[in-house]
């Protein structure tokens, strides 16, 4: 094993610090490495150890600097970067919430909550000495754990990388593979919702003309996470739905007459385009994005309403049937409604 890890202190807390900082780099498998290298005598597990609270201070200082700064958004930022970001959102909340600084303790074994807690910690305004004594006791018991690991299975690792070494080849096909082709997947997802974005906007001018028309139009607005309440204003006329459940909705019956304008807080509309997608992909023929998601809306001088409208209502009045994924809500017509489809 001794020439199997070019392993240093130094380069334990930098791998560390990165992973942090949301970096890919293993600092899981290089604390277990350094830990099997520490029983056979090439590094002492203490300093390791030592090297991997160091590295955590880092970077969860850095989040925290920022969650001080800019509160709430920067944990909305993660959440966003994860597969169900209103869910990860609360889930990070409620446990903050429920142990505060303990969270902290245990917060690196649990996905999410490692990198939303550091920030949420920042945003309630908790002192930079609690802090820094909560998170070091959290990197202790994380890097204590992988490097003990390490130290234990040393003589297993050991035939473990020979085997390894000897089916190099395989294992590269065996992973390289299908992490390639995910890679190519969302490469293709994002072409297509770039190209979505190009082809279908609707401006804040245009849509309220249609719906002072009377066009059959159902607004749907997807601001449950990123304003953090149930309460943040919207369009008149809009429902509120989560998008992860949007998205990964399997019933869909939305009439050929009614189109579908989506908007979120962003400019960039970067959730209204993966819900977009994917309600097209489930045969949604006529769905648009709202240029400039609310805030375009709202430079025009347009009105907004935290009296938002329900499902039901919205069902009622158009015919649709949107049965979510989740636990987000769902749009289904109420029984002998569905036939009533009165514009805006």
């Known amino acids: 094993m001794t020439g199997a890890f070019e392993l240093t202190y130094t380069g334990i807390g930098v791998a560390v610090f990165a992973r942090q900082l949301c970096l890919p780099v293993p600092a899981i498998v290089i604390l277990i490495a350094a830990g099997a290298l520490s029983g056979h005598n090439h590094l002492n597990p203490a ?25 709430n958004r920067v944990v909305r930022m993660i959440c966003r970067l994860t597969s169900d970001p209103r869910g990860s959102y609360a889930k990070a909340n409620k446990l903050f919430q429920r ?32 802090f820094l004594l ?44 299908p992490l390639l082709s995910y890679i190519v997947w969302r490469a293709f997802v994002l072409v297509q919702m770039m190209r979505y974005l190009k082809r279908h906007r609707i401006t804040p001018a245009l849509l309220n003309r249609r719906l002072e028309a009377g066009e059959k139009i159902a607004v749907i607005d997807l601001l449950g996470l990123e304003d953090g309440t149930e309460q943040a204003p919207g369009i008149p ?31 960039d509309q970067f959730t209204s385009a993966r819900v977009a997608v994917a309600l097209r992909r489930r ?18 001088g347009f009105s907004v309403t935290t009296e938002l409208s329900t499902p039901q209502q919205v069902a009622a009045r158009l015919g649709i049937d949107l049965r979510l994924s989740r636990n987000g809500a769902s749009a289904a017509p109420a029984p002998g409604d569905s036939t009533n489809q009165s514009a805006y």
Do not use: N
């Open 47 to 71: 300093i390791v150890v030592l090297a991997g609270i160091l590295g955590c201070l880092g970077g969860d200082g850095v989040w925290f600097w920022l969650g001080r700064h800019w509160g």
């Open 237 to 267: 006329g809009a429902v509120r739905l989560d998008p992860v459940g949007l998205r990964g909705t399997r019933h869909m019956t939305v009439p050929d007459d009614v189109s579908m304008v989506l908007y979120c807080s962003s400019r």
């Open 283 to 300: 045969g949604a023929k006529r769905v648009w994005i709202l240029d400039g998601g609310l805030k375009g809306w709202q430079d025009q």
């Open 99 to 130: 142990w505060g600084l303990r969270v902290l303790l245990v917060a690196k074994f649990i996905p999410v909550v490692d990198g939303v807690s550091p920030p949420l910690a920042g945003a309630e305004g908790v002192t930079v000495q609690r």
């Open 134 to 177: 909560f998170d070091a006791g959290g990197g202790f018991l994380w890097s204590a754990a992988y490097v003990l690991l390490g130290v234990v299975f040393a003589d297993q690792l050991d035939r473990v990388i020979d085997a390894a070494q000897r089916l190099g080849t395989i294992l590269g096909v065996l992973i390289g593979v």
